[in-house]
């Protein structure tokens, strides 16, 4: 069964930089597209960008520039790294697998999800 | 980058139907050009769950009281059948901007009476 599980620090402060990590279990990363998704408390999903197994990454406008995606295949995990923090930013991040050729343009499994606060 | 339209709410007694609309009305969010929309439900302090893609597509598990259409530039989705566990918030999403990238609905709450 595969599985997804985001770790990183629940507490960050502004203009810093947030690192989190989604672990993979259950199948193998060198597929598909991996993504970063969040929602701010009592707000909408934002879909934040993703990543193919081979790097090539896509991010959302309103992010490019603050936003890195990276893979690595062989602990079968990626991260994001969001700069520039702002009180804006604090919101749950999920990361999620998708786009994949079973589910073209949706993201089928999805992490519990972790609360980032940016907060000094 | 625009998110899609979606109705604050929705509800239904137990057994009926309720439908929710998903609009995208601006240049860079084209749902009429795509067939990508997909639809999520999430519960309260849960993930989101992928009920639709492909505009009309249910995953294995997904039960059949759930569909999707798209007319135009506006995609829906209908619950028929309403149930208890059915109560929660919807989010529409698709494929947009033209250079790979997504963008969600604003959400819809569903309550069933």
């Known amino acids: 069964q595969v599985q997804l599980q985001e770790s990183g620090p629940g507490l960050v402060k502004p203009s810093e930089t947030l690192s989190l990590t989604c672990t993979l279990s259950?199948?193998?990363?060198?597929?598909?597209?991996w993504s970063w998704i969040r929602q701010p408390p009592g707000k909408g999903l934002e879909w934040i960008g993703h990543?193919?197994?081979?790097?090539?990454?896509d991010y959302n406008p309103s992010l490019k520039g603050r936003v890195t995606i990276s893979i690595d295949t062989s602990k079968n995990q990626f991260s994001l790294r969001l700069s520039s923090l702002t009180a804006a930013d604090t919101a749950v991040y999920y990361c999620?697998?998708?786009?994949?050729?079973?589910?073209?343009?949706?993201?089928?499994?999805w992490g519990l999800g972790t609360m980032v606060t940016v907060s000094s | 980058q625009s998110a899609l339209t979606q109705p604050p709410s929705a509800s239904g007694s137990p057994g009926q139907s309720v439908t929710i609309s998903c609009t995208g009305t601006s240049s860079d969010v084209d749902v009429g050009a795509y067939s990508y929309v997909s639809w999520y439900q999430q519960h309260p302090g849960k993930a989101p769950k992928l009920m639709i893609y492909?505009?009309?597509k249910r995953p294995s598990g997904v039960p059949d009281r759930f569909s999707g259409s798209k007319s135009g530039n506006t995609a829906s989705l209908t619950v028929s059948g309403l149930q208890a566990e059915d109560e929660a918030d919807y989010y529409c999403?698709?494929?947009?901007?033209?250079?790979?990238?997504?963008?969600f609905g604003t959400g819809t709450k569903v309550t069933v009476l």
């Open positions: 492909e505009v009309t």
């Open positions: 999620a697998r998708g786009p994949t050729y079973l589910y073209p343009n949706a993201f089928d499994i």
């Open positions: 990543i193919q197994y081979s790097g090539t990454t």
């Open positions: 259950g199948g193998s990363i060198s597929r598909f597209y």
């Open positions: 999403s698709s494929y947009a901007c033209g250079n790979h990238c997504y963008v």
